[in-house]
């Protein structure tokens, strides 16, 4: 078993009731890859921002768990090195399983989140109780999740959302014991968040369900998944050196921003990033053909999710600063 807070990270629970009562959100930034980590890191530092790093169970897999251990103490450790405390919280996204999230908590991490939005009512609060359970042990915080959130990433695939009903969410966390909520109200995984015509407007998010949600548990951490806005210039520069996304629609900027003002205390970005990275890298290798020094086309994409993740804690989710004594 291994501690988290021995590793340098915090769980979420004073994290989001700062947020909370500050009037701004936890950025959770999700990697698979260690300059990712680097890039949410030093847009951290450069912000003084708390923040998130996340990461599937398929990633934690595939960059193997001790790495990934690793990976992130050693991001915990270069804040800790400048003399700046920076609360950082090492989260499992989307556990599916009570083993899954027990292998997280028992290799380092700080947050879970188990996800049983697809069962029935009553197996998601057993299935979500019993991880509060073990995780509560060690003071591991956990989310849950009411409603689903549609689209692809990861372990997440499910065609249609289906919206969070905020007459059963005070029943979910009353008998789960969950830290945190994830809620759907119109985002989506994935490179396409909402499906419209051409010259159809983004219908809005669903801030009616979001205010429900607010009456029936009043000071509760709420969580929105899939919130990228997918910049329609990363789009292009991918087609525009080789690539293929012919559909991409993310969440309006003033949208999540508005959200920012409610419950919300943690939004979830994964596609923001990895589309700066990839468009990065293809517009580096098509420039420049004779690379074969990974260094030369990693470096540029990690500092262009660098400033995609600073324009997320600085512009959209407030966050910026609150890391500073006497703030965080």
Not at 43 to 60: G, L, N, Y
Not at 260 to 273: F, M
Not at 291 to 305: E, G, N, Q, V
């Amino acid at each position: 078993m291994i501690l988290f807070k021995k590793l340098g990270f915090v769980n979420t629970r004073e994290m989001f009731k700062k947020a909370y009562n500050g009037g701004y959100v936890i950025g959770a930034f999700n990697f698979v890859c260690l300059e990712q980590m680097q890039a949410i890191t030093a847009a951290a530092i450069e912000t003084h921002s708390p923040f998130i790093m996340q990461c599937s169970a398929k990633v934690r897999k595939y960059i193997h768990p001790v790495m990934a251990r690793h990976m992130a103490t050693a991001c915990a450790e270069i804040i800790q090195s400048k003399g700046m405390k920076i609360p950082m919280a090492l989260h499992l996204d989307h556990g599916t399983s009570y083993e899954e999230c027990k292998a997280a908590i028992e290799g380092g991490f700080s947050s879970v989140m188990i996800d049983g939005s697809a069962l029935p009512f009553k197996e998601n609060i057993e299935l979500t109780a019993s991880v509060v359970e073990f995780a509560h042990r060690y003071d591991v915080t956990v989310e849950g999740e009411l409603g689903i959130v549609s689209g692809i990433e990861e372990e997440v695939s499910h065609s249609e959302s289906r919206f969070t009903d905020p007459d059963a969410v005070h029943e979910f966390v009353n008998r789960t014991g969950v830290d945190s909520l994830a809620i759907s109200i119109g985002t989506s995984h994935g490179l396409v968040k909402i499906k419209v015509k051409p010259g159809e407007p983004v219908p809005p998010l669903r801030f009616d369900i979001l205010a429900e949600v607010e009456k029936k548990l009043p000071g509760f951490p709420i969580v929105l998944h899939g919130s990228s806005a997918i910049p329609k210039e990363y789009i292009e520069m991918i087609n525009r050196f080789g690539g293929k996304l012919e559909h991409a629609q993310g969440i309006p900027v003033d949208q999540v921003k508005k959200a920012v003002k409610t419950a919300v205390c943690k939004i979830n970005i994964a596609s923001d990033g990895w589309i700066a990275m990839t468009a990065t890298t293809r517009k580096v290798l098509t420039e420049n053909p004779a690379i074969i020094d990974p260094r030369k086309f990693l470096a540029p994409a990690r500092d262009a999710m660098k400033e995609v993740y600073i324009y997320k804690m600085k512009e959209v989710f407030g966050c910026a600063g609150m890391a500073d004594q006497g703030k965080m």
